[in-house]
């Protein structure tokens, strides 16, 4: 049997390329086939750039012909959430408002430094609109959809992402992840995600969502991917004043470390209550994995998780205002409320939120000082149906949309790193996910961690058939 680029992880896909084993351009031609069969039913792609992606490819399989030397992804595909800029693409941002914008000059960054590597880049993914979204669906361009059952969501803001590379049409793909919108994802469709440390990949030309919450990352299906994409999108960008200047630190390199040496904890109080027991039995089954029997708490999670809301609102509120007043009626109605509530929080309870910030930030590094890895859900629950609205958690019924990121929101409230990893059961058809929390810039010991879990085949990211 043939190599088959659809099921084969970024590494695989590179290696066979700068063999000669298969060509870029086989392999675009494959991922561009698989999105016209997929795409139409799970509503993954908002925009394909056919033509830009089949000239890439060309150029790498020149560029072998030539003797040259290949990046590390070379002539592997991957698409972006649609809130990247991309040359020639309006950047929508999954808004109807959007649209109406000049298409973008130039490419975002990251973009740039995955072509850089020999990346090749198929189209632009759907997302909740303005990302401000846990489920994954969109009113102007449908909801992306479950690839493992499709009668269930995605999750969200980056549905999209996690829909096409779970689903096999990439094995790669860019989300932002501002107060979970990675690590949902993730969890809903059993993939591997990663949130890096706040600043550390460039966010230059994406629209904003909440400046001092934004993150951008990569989803892919393996921790390898990860590690991969993660190297070559980093680095310090002027054009970005919230990135860090920090040197490029690679994770690839100690990713066989696995958890050796590492003090690895679980997060006990806020974060072992309120979710279904799915949640709380693949954090034991983590734990158990890697060796972790001591629980540390963060303190005042619940209330990290209120003051994130409340500068998230805050700040949405503000960045809509002006098209909140001019065009009403063409946003979403659940993200439009949201919004308005926003732009009615006093000023004076946004300095309380950002004070507790600061003591939030302080209390948690000190428990990094002899902890290496903390172990967490990622979600309360598997995948809700498709446009379901309400669940029920500890006895009270809550709003799906707000609360799939009970888990995520303390963590990216104070920008830590966080690898999310899937973890599965025989009994069911959906997965649910687990967050590996790091301190600041040690993407490289929550990676490792991860890489440990998939070694031992605790966790796992098929494709979805």
Known sequence: MGFDPIRASAQEVAAAVARGDISARAVTEAALERIAQKNPTLCA??????????????????????????????????????????????????????????PAASDATLIARLDAAGAVLVGALNMGEYAYDFTGENCHDGNALNPHDQNHMAGGSSGGSATAVASGMVPLALGSDTNGSIRVPSSLCGLFGLKPTFGRLSRHATFPFVADLDHLGPFARSVTDLALSYDAMQGPDAADPACAGRIVEPALPSLAQGAAGLRIAVAGDYFARTGMPEAFEAVARVAKALGATREVVLPEAARARAAAYLITASQGGALHLERLRRRLHDFDPDTRDRLFAGALIPASLIVKAQKFRSWFRARVLEIFEDVDVIIAPSTPCRAPRSGQKTFVLDGVELPVRANLGIYTQPISFIGLPVCAVPTWSESERLPIGVQLIGAPWREDLVLRAGYELERQGVVTAPVAE
């Open 45 to 102: 792609f908002t925009a394909v750039t056919a033509e830009r992606a089949l000239k890439k490819a060309d150029a790498v399989d020149a560029a072998r012909a030539k003797g040259e030397t290949l990046g590390p992804l070379a002539g592997v595909t991957y698409a972006v959430k649609n809130l990247f800029d991309i040359a020639g693409l309006v950047t929508r941002a999954g808004s109807k408002i959007n649209r109406d914008n000049a």
